[in-house]
């Protein structure tokens, strides 16, 4: 490297993400956290930590699901299982049984199914945010955290779908949602913000798988292809899947990666339709993920109940989205990170106050949304509208509420504070609060604004059966069970977008380090290490 | 190894798919890339793990028509997601609800836009696909066990031998010169 570089010379290379921060290496700075906490201007912090080549990359996170299972993972799943049984077991009571099984009576006749729905989907948010949102804004950073936010995506619709399609009360006849000829030639009503809403969750299920599948297809390809090296350099070299079949791992996982990596080849005239593909899905997630939380609260909105019957309830229903989806996603990866070997690497300190920043904006939008809720209907004049907020803070369930606001409004708080955005524990406990606080805010909306009608006679409580506990904590149980079997079958990381984001995947990077050690490829095999 | 009616075959009288080159970092094979651009080969491909920057102007790819095919997608969904909607509450069954027209265009909205991206998601993926001649689980570039580190760490041009420009000697030295680190032909 020249001793005095040109002026533009560095600006490109800055814009390039090449300029590396002098003190990284071996000893970052203390104050810089693992290194990527550097807050100095033009510093881009890497993306990656401890100078990994493209070969550990794949070695590091192909090793998740090729390696020895964790011995955390068994008991995690079968505790997981349990709960998705738990949950199924109750379902199958609910259906023979009718929905009078669960708290629901004739004031309060929307409760946890709704709630639950609610905050399922809510979480599902910040997956397509990351993917595509984020993609659109170019944040590199994005790429250590938008598989497993997809897959959470994917895995908290799946629970959110099953709500409203047990609470319809006679569940076999849930074909009647779908334009589809039924016995009485009678169509949907398009009019109708539930059905608007079987189209937005059922789209944006769809497009979210598509878009996962579609970013996993080449990490896939990497999967089947180290299968198939081990069997060509050794037929007999992996154990057989079941004993006395002549199958073995190694050629299970070649059938099955290989057809589902579509015979996938790296080519370039490929990725150049891929990167158009992915780039189009992403533009159009985008307003996807905007309008399927707005039709959402549509449900509530477009109601005349005191509390539903307000217009700020589609931005405010995303924003709230957003932040219940982030503080799952650092829940679930929190824990990863010091579970799996050499994660660390790839979810930094900074992806982790990124997602605290993000947690903090949307947190403070909420509470601003709580405020203006509270201003309107004092400013509206309405005496029903007034007369619900107020019942909402001081009446019956004002603990609920009170809930609602210290987790959701106060707890992210804590973030303005650096060290504490960048302490992973204190990040776990404020997620924790704030996905608490998240099912709160639905509860609160739900149940207080129905408990109180017009009339006196009208005036009832909500109490919780079994049924709902056990419905919605083995929906939790199916939730974690399917992220514990993403994580041991599934490429964690988008390895070729990670390795695309790497220093030295720029073109560029050997012109202008001339004479600079080789990032790419030999010198590098000491930290190789953790993933076999 | 040549054969009159230019298909070429190995030693071993197997015809020939064409040479594949193998390259170290994203830079080499830029080059290389542009190199066999400037050549004026047109039957060829490099493979690489991630999309490289700049790779397309390398090999002077021309933008993909994919964004058409997703607008039509889209616009097929629009136009059938309103259709159905006014078709089944305005002309086959009509029915008073809310109080609103049969044609009630504003509450169609919703479920108009929902359709069109789901038509756009689904012409993007499998127009990507078919572009790409894409499911295609078998290919003669798969038999080299070099290449499966495409999807690893490696880098490869591969130029085909239907290719009219295409001569093995030529086209081995036009590689060579361009810092191939191993180069070797691939059976059809």
Sequence with gaps: MTIHPHPDDITSRRLAGLAQPAALGNDPDPSTGDGTLIDTPGVRPPLVLNNRSFGDVTNIICGYTENKVPVWWYPMAAMTAGLASLMGAFILYLVITGIGAWGLNNQVDWAWDITNFVFWIGIGHAGTLISAILCLLKQKWRTAVNRAAEAMTIFAVICAATFPGIHIGRQWMAWFLFPIPNANNIWPNFRSPLLWDVFAVSTYGTVSALFWFLGMVPDLATLRDRADRRLRQNPMGSPLVVPFLPLRVDQLRAYIYGFLSLGWRFSSRHWHRYEAAYLILAGISTPLVLSVHSIVSFDFATSIVPGWHTTIFPPYFVAGAIFGGFAMVLMLLIPARELYPNMKDFVTLRHLENMSKIILLTGSMVGFAYSMEFFIAWYGGNQFELYAFKNRAFGPYWWAYWTMISCNVISPQLFWNKKLRTTPAVIFFVSTLVTIGMWFERFVIIVTSLHRAYLPGEWGMFHPTPVDIGIFVGSIGLFLHLFLLFMRFIPMFAMAELKAVLPQASPHSHDDHAGAPDHGTSGQAAHAGGGH | ?188
């Design chain 2, 1 to 188: 190894m040549a054969a009159s009616n230019r298909i070429y075959v190995t030693e071993a009288n197997e015809p020939i798919y064409g040479i594949l080159a193998e390259f170290a970092t994203p830079a080499s094979v830029c080059h290389a890339a542009e190199a066999v651009r400037d050549a004026g080969y047109h039957k060829w491909d490099t493979f690489t793990p991630f999309p490289i920057h700049g790779m397309e102007e390398a090999m002077g790819v021309k933008r993909t028509k994919l964004p058409m095919l997703v607008a039509a997608g889209g616009f097929t969904g629009v136009g059938l997601a309103y259709l159905m909607q006014w078709w089944m509450s305005a002309v086959d069954y009509q029915m008073v609800t809310q109080g609103k027209p049969y044609h009630s265009w504003q509450a169609f909205v919703p479920i108009t836009f929902e359709l069109g991206i789901l038509f756009s998601a689904f012409t993007a993926i499998i127009g990507m696909l078919a572009l790409n001649g894409l499911p295609r689980w078998n290919h003669p570039l798969f038999k080299k066990e070099r290449f499966l580190s495409s999807s690893d760490d490696r880098f490869f041009v591969c130029i085909e031998a239907g290719d009219t420009k295409f001569d093995p000697d030529r086209t081995r030295a036009l590689l060579e010169k361009a810092g191939a680190t191993s180069i070797e032909l691939v059976e059809e």
